[in-house]
C-alpha cells in the first residue's frame, strides 16, 4: 500500500544547513509537498514539487526529488531557530474522482543557538 | 494571505455525544477535506468533497462521520456518537481545483473524547 517515511529527528546549529529526508512507495504520485507544523499551530504548506521535476528552490529551501529512488528531500539554508518544528512530507495520490495526501510521520527539527 | 478557519480549536466531549466541527474553506475554493491526526500517529485522510457530494472516503469514514457544506461558506464534520478512539487533531483544507497543487490547511479542531 502506499507509505511515506522520513527520519523522527533532526538537530542542527544555527546558520548550518538541515536536510529532511523521505521516501515513498506510490509511483503515480503527481505532486509531493512539505508542510511544517509549529507547537499549537496547523499545518502550513512550505513547498510542492511536481512529480516530473527533480529540483525546486525557493528561496533558503531546496526540494530535490529522485523519482527512481522514490526519495525526496527538503534541504534550509542557513538555518535558523524560528524553523523549529515538525515537518511532513506528503505525496498527493488520485483517490476516486479526486485525490488525497499520504503523509508521513514527521521530522522534528531542532535549531540550537 | 487568504486561510482557512477551524471552530472550535478544541471540543471535549462526552463518549456517545455528538460533535460538529467547522472549517471556513477559502472563499474560491471548491475541493474540501477533512484529515485527521492521532496523538503520535501520521496525518490520515477522512473525506474530501465536491459539487456538494463526497467524492472519496477513507475506511475510517463510517457511517458515524457525515459532512455538509450548509450554506456557501461552511464546511462540517459531524461525528454522531463519538467514540474514546475518536480523539484526535481535525484539519480540514481545502484547493481551488482538482489539479490545483496547493492544498491549504486550518490550524485544527483538537476533539477529546472522554
Known amino acids: 500500500g502506499e507509505d511515506v517515511e522520513q527520519s523522527l529527528f533532526l538537530s542542527v546549529r544555527e546558520g548550518d544547513s538541515s536536510v529532511i529526508n523521505c521516501t515513498y512507495t506510490?509511483?503515480?504520485?503527481?505532486?509531493l509537498y512539505w508542510y511544517k507544523q509549529e507547537p499549537g499551530a496547523g499545518l502550513q504548506l512550505l513547498t510542492y514539487?511536481?512529480?516530473n521535476m527533480d529540483m525546486k528552490q525557493d528561496q533558503r529551501l531546496t526540494v530535490l526529488l529522485n523519482k527512481k529512488d522514490k526519495h525526496l528531500s527538503l534541504r534550509i539554508a542557513d538555518t535558523q531557530t524560528g524553523d523549529s518544528a515538525i515537518y511532513f512530507c506528503a505525496e498527493s495520490i488520485h483517490a476516486g474522482n479526486n485525490r488525497k495526501l499520504i503523509w508521513g510521520l514527521g521530522t522534528s527539527l531542532a535549531v540550537n543557538p | 494571505e487568504p486561510e482557512v478557519t477551524q471552530t472550535p480549536s478544541h471540543q471535549v466531549t462526552q463518549m456517545g455525544q455528538e460533535v460538529i466541527l467547522r472549517c471556513v474553506p477559502i472563499?474560491?475554493?471548491?475541493?474540501f477535506y477533512w484529515y485527521r491526526q492521532i496523538l503520535g500517529q501520521k496525518v490520515e485522510f477522512l473525506v474530501s468533497f465536491y459539487n456538494n457530494e463526497i467524492s472519496e472516503k477513507s475506511e475510517i469514514f463510517d457511517d458515524q462521520f457525515s459532512v455538509e457544506r450548509p450554506d456557501g461558506s461552511n464546511f462540517t464534520l459531524k461525528i454522531r456518537s463519538t467514540k474514546l478512539e475518536d480523539s484526535a487533531m481535525y484539519f480540514c483544507a481545502s484547493s481551488q481545483g482538482w489539479t490545483n497543487e496547493k492544498l491549504f490547511f486550518g490550524s485544527g479542531t483538537q476533539l477529546s473524547v472522554l
Open positions: 514539487i511536481f512529480s
Open positions: 472563499s474560491n475554493h471548491l475541493y
Open positions: 506510490d509511483s503515480s504520485s503527481t505532486y
